[in-house]
Every structure is written in structure tokens, then in C-alpha cells.
């Protein structure tokens, strides 16, 4: 209900605009039906009954001053279930007075509302002869209930009833009279006939409003969405323009630092290399000087301690006749030999078959060849340092 009552309705006959809520009511007093092709209750009734000049007054002046509201009085009440109660009285300078009963839940949605448009002279007057009630009700589900009731002054009861969704289409319709001089039922079915080709018809112009409505809206939407679509393309086109500058700048930037990193670089290692160079020239000649210095004190000092020892051992090698009393021998079997004389101590290889030796006074062998060489300067054993002189060969 709280949503029917926030939409709005413009007339596609008088071109007014109000509430959704209110359209079934606003179909029977539109001010834009003429009297050929009435499309509402009160039309329908005037016609059906030409002798009523109350109702007709009734309905002109009724249309004429219908929006021309002189005062309002709202009085609101709570009542003991949670829910609020609110009634709402406004006077029209055509001299009718529109009663709105409407009842509220705890959220404030709408669950009850209806409303009574009656003339105030009438209830001045308590002239119940001429008395027209006019009540809205609308229901918790959005159908809307229509009710006029008049007392002509023949006697007669008339009431109408008719009840629209929330769409505006009619569900139910009923006409009910008593009393007086009756009511003619065939006029009544034939304008309701009528009633509901324009009810159709003003259904169809107003499905085809809402929907020219809706149409231009979606243009408008759309349109909105181009026009938004435009904005982000040239937004990005500036930010892409932006960041292109700022990487063109960048980019500069960097090849600027490059460039000067590189040079830096180079430079650095020029006078790096070039110091390398300096110093490892330096070094290497200095040290090659002190190597030669040093190869050259070694060389001499070799040199004279080889003569040196080459004057001692001519000195002390073992005279020639001494060395004459010393036999060799053909080795024809090794196996006699013991673990640490199965090798020559001077040149270390190991003793065969068939290798001449020498057997020394200290019972130490030897190649013939080796322990010859070596009696040239020495004079002595080379593992026990027996001595082959004299004294000791007697």
C-alpha cells in the first residue's frame, strides 16, 4: 500500500496529476468527461435519471470547484493496538466537504482509508431528501471500492458500487434502488455498456501513456548512460594522455641518469684500471727485483756450498785401493734377504735376480753401480755410517 500510495497518475483528460491511490475515485468526478461520453458512476446516474436537478448541481458544481480547498483540519489518534488512526476534513468553496478516514500500522503503512465527500448545506439543513454520500475505501490488498448513495426526492434509495484493482481496471460493479419511482434497468445496462467500452478505452490510452512514459524514460536512461559512457571514455583518454606524458617524462629521466651513471662508470674504471695498472707495474718490478736478488743470493750461495761439499767429499771419499778389496756379486735369489734390505737405499729400487750388488763390511748390500758413485765423496756406510777406511778394512 505505502508504494501505491507514492506513485502518481496524470489524467490523460484533464491532465491533472495525483496520487495512484486516488485515480478510481478522480475517474468519477474528472472534471474532463463530458456529458456524451461519460465514463464514471456519476455520469452514469445523472443520465439515468434527468428529473434529479439536486445530483446535477450536485456533479457541476462539484467539478468546477473540486481543487479550490478554502481550509483542511487533520486530527490524529493513537489506538491501543500500536496503530494510528487519522482523519482528514477539507472544506472546497463550492460548499462540499471531503471526510478521509485513514488507518496506519506500526511501520506506517497504509491498512484502511476511505473517504466520504459530502455538502455541508445538507448537514446544515438535515435535508435527507437531497443527501448525496459519496465513500472511498481502500483495501489492504489495493482494490479500490467506490460507493455513492443518494436519497432523491421521490423517496428513493440509489446506490452504486464499484470496485477497481490497483491498475484502474473495474472487477466488480453493482446498482441497487429502491423505493420512489424505480430505476430503469435497461438504460442503466446499456450505459454501463458504454461505461465499460470507455473504461477499456481510457485503460488503453493509459497503458499507452504509461508506456510512451516509460519509453522516454528508457531514452532518457539511455541517453544519460551514452552521455556518462562519453565522460569515463574522455576521462580515460585524459588519463591515458597524462600517464603518457608522465612516462615520456620518466623515461627521459631515467636515459638522462643513465647516460651520466654510465659515464661516471666509465670514468671510474678508466682511473681504476689505469691505478691497477700503475700499481701492478709497480709491484711486479719491484718484486721481480727482489726476486732476482734473491735468486741471485740463492744461486751463489748454492753454488758455493756445492763446491763446498764437492772439496769435502773429494776430500773424504774412499781411497781407490780400499775400494779395489770390495767383490761384487749377481743376486740369484732374493728371498734370503730381509724386509729392509730388499731394496738399494740410494736409489730406492728394489732389488731383481741377476742384479749386481756389493755387500758392504756392515753386511749392508747395495747396486754395484750406486754404492760406487757414492764412495766417490763419501767414505762412510749410507744407513749404519760405517767407515771404509783403513783401520777398520784390517
Known amino acids: 500500500m505505502s508504494n501505491m500510495n507514492n506513485q502518481e497518475y496524470k489524467c490523460p483528460r484533464c491532465h491533472n496529476i495525483l496520487p495512484l491511490s486516488n485515480k478510481a475515485l478522480h475517474d468519477l468526478r474528472c472534471p474532463g468527461n463530458n456529458q456524451n461520453n461519460q465514463s464514471n458512476s456519476l455520469a452514469l446516474i445523472q443520465s439515468s435519471n434527468s428529473n434529479n436537478n439536486r445530483n446535477n448541481n450536485f456533479n457541476q458544481n462539484y467539478y468546477n470547484n473540486m481543487n479550490n480547498v478554502i481550509s483542511t483540519n487533520i486530527n490524529s489518534t493513537m489506538n491501543p493496538d500500536g496503530t494510528r488512526t487519522q482523519i482528514k476534513t477539507e472544506t472546497y468553496r463550492n460548499g462540499y466537504?471531503?471526510?478521509?478516514?485513514?488507518?496506519?500500522?506500526?511501520?506506517?503503512?497504509?491498512?484502511?482509508?476511505?473517504?466520504?465527500?459530502?455538502?455541508?448545506?445538507?448537514?446544515?439543513?438535515?435535508?435527507?431528501?437531497?443527501?448525496?454520500?459519496?465513500?472511498?475505501?481502500?483495501?489492504?490488498?489495493?482494490?479500490?471500492?467506490?460507493?455513492?448513495?443518494?436519497?432523491?426526492?421521490?423517496?428513493?434509495?440509489?446506490?452504486?458500487?464499484?470496485?477497481?484493482?490497483?491498475?484502474?481496471?473495474?472487477?466488480?460493479?453493482?446498482?441497487?434502488?429502491?423505493?420512489?419511482?424505480?430505476?430503469?434497468?435497461i438504460m442503466f445496462n446499456n450505459n454501463m455498456n458504454n461505461m465499460n467500452n470507455m473504461n477499456n478505452y481510457n485503460n488503453s490510452m493509459t497503458n499507452f501513456q504509461n508506456n510512451m512514459n516509460n519509453f522516454n524514460n528508457s531514452m532518457n536512461n539511455f541517453q544519460n548512460n551514452m552521455n556518462n559512457f562519453n565522460n569515463s571514455m574522455n576521462n580515460f583518454q585524459n588519463n591515458m594522455n597524462m600517464f603518457n606524458m608522465g612516462m615520456n617524462n620518466m623515461m627521459n629521466s631515467m636515459s638522462s641518469m643513465m647516460n651520466n651513471m654510465s659515464n661516471m662508470m666509465n670514468n671510474n674504471m678508466n682511473n681504476m684500471m689505469n691505478n691497477m695498472n700503475n700499481n701492478y707495474n709497480n709491484m711486479m718490478n719491484n718484486n721481480m727485483n727482489m726476486f732476482n736478488m734473491g735468486m741471485n743470493n740463492m744461486m751463489n750461495n748454492m753454488f758455493m756450498n756445492m763446491n763446498n761439499m764437492n772439496n769435502m767429499d773429494m776430500n773424504n771419499g774412499v781411497e781407490r785401493d780400499i775400494l779395489d778389496t770390495l767383490e761384487a756379486s749377481k743376486l740369484n735369489?732374493?728371498?734370503?734377504?730381509?724386509?729392509?734390505?730388499?731394496?738399494?737405499?740410494?736409489?730406492?729400487?728394489?732389488?731383481?735376480?741377476?742384479?749386481?750388488?756389493?755387500?758392504?763390511?756392515?753386511?749392508?748390500?747395495?747396486?754395484?753401480?750406486?754404492?760406487?758413485?757414492?764412495?766417490?765423496?763419501?767414505?762412510?756406510?749410507?744407513?749404519?755410517?760405517?767407515?771404509?777406511?783403513?783401520?777398520?778394512?784390517?
Do not use: A
Request: charged residues 20%; glycine residues 6%; neutral net charge.
Open 97 to 185: 466537504q471531503r471526510i478521509t478516514k485513514t488507518k496506519y500500522n506500526q511501520n506506517n503503512q497504509v491498512i484502511f482509508n476511505r473517504s466520504t465527500i459530502q455538502n455541508i448545506n445538507d448537514i446544515n439543513n438535515n435535508n435527507s431528501n437531497s443527501n448525496v454520500n459519496i465513500q472511498t475505501t481502500t483495501h489492504p490488498n489495493g482494490n479500490v471500492t467506490i460507493t455513492k448513495t443518494e436519497i432523491t426526492p421521490n423517496g428513493g434509495i440509489r446506490t452504486m458500487s464499484i470496485t477497481k484493482d490497483r491498475n484502474g481496471n473495474i472487477i466488480n460493479q453493482s446498482v441497487n434502488s429502491s423505493g420512489g419511482n424505480g430505476f430503469n434497468n
Open 333 to 394: 735369489d732374493i728371498s734370503h734377504l730381509e724386509e729392509d734390505k730388499k731394496n738399494c737405499i740410494i736409489c730406492l729400487e728394489d732389488f731383481k735376480t741377476g742384479d749386481e750388488v756389493i755387500y758392504l763390511p756392515c753386511f749392508h748390500v747395495f747396486h754395484k753401480d750406486c754404492i760406487l758413485e757414492w764412495f766417490r765423496g763419501h767414505d762412510y756406510c749410507p744407513i749404519c755410517k760405517f767407515k771404509l777406511n783403513r783401520e777398520n778394512m784390517n
